[in-house]
């Protein structure tokens, strides 16, 4: 098995943008996030552990580069995707605020701040469903990863905000029949 050091991952997210001819800012952090785009910032970002880690929670066997290829091009489906996540800033800000301005257990009692919560989950959803739509489009193109793999990765990604919007929609239908119940 090939041993990815820092600088291997760094020049492989740099091919995958060349590949496809895109000339974004590459910033290597520390966050914990495998791999992020900043729309406010236009660049992405990745954490070379975190890559590595994520990608062995992956149910089937793919090699790592192909795990690092289909993930960058997802994030430059977001950075395809820039307007409308500029144009989610305004209503971004306001749930980030709310959440700050409440604590977890006010905002997941109360029907109307916990619809906030499932509006940005439902958010997220769509812009992760256009970023995986865009990446697909790239890698038409470019022919960087086998599909069959490249589904494997989206649909892995998907399922985490999938699953904890149904964590959250569970929870508000309980707080909702629970008042229904409540007023009956």
């Known amino acids: 098995m090939k041993k990815y050091t820092v600088d291997c991952i760094y ?9 496809v001819g895109m000339n974004i800012t590459l910033k290597q952090d520390n966050s914990g996030i495998n791999m992020s785009y900043n729309f406010i910032g236009d660049y992405v970002s990745y954490d070379s552990k975190r890559l ?40 971004t800000l306001e749930i980030y605020e709310m959440k700050k301005q409440y604590s977890f257990k006010e905002i997941y009692n109360n029907d109307r701040l916990l619809t906030m919560i499932l509006e940005e989950h439902i958010m997220n959803i769509k812009f992760e469903e256009t970023a995986w739509d865009n990446a697909e489009q790239l890698n038409k193109e470019v022919h960087l990863v086998d599909m069959n793999e490249f589904e494997v990765i989206k649909a892995h990604s998907l399922s985490t905000y999938r699953k904890l919007y149904q964590e959250d929609l569970n929870l508000y239908n309980e707080l909702f029949n629970h008042k229904v119940l409540q007023l009956a």
């Open 52 to 91: 590595i880690e994520a990608h062995k929670e992956i149910l089937l066997p793919l090699p790592l580069e192909v795990y690092i290829k289909t993930i960058t091009l997802h994030e430059l489906g977001h950075a395809i995707d820039r307007q409308a996540l500029q144009e989610s800033l305004i209503r």
């Open 11 to 19: 020049d492989l997210i740099l091919s995958v943008l060349s590949d």
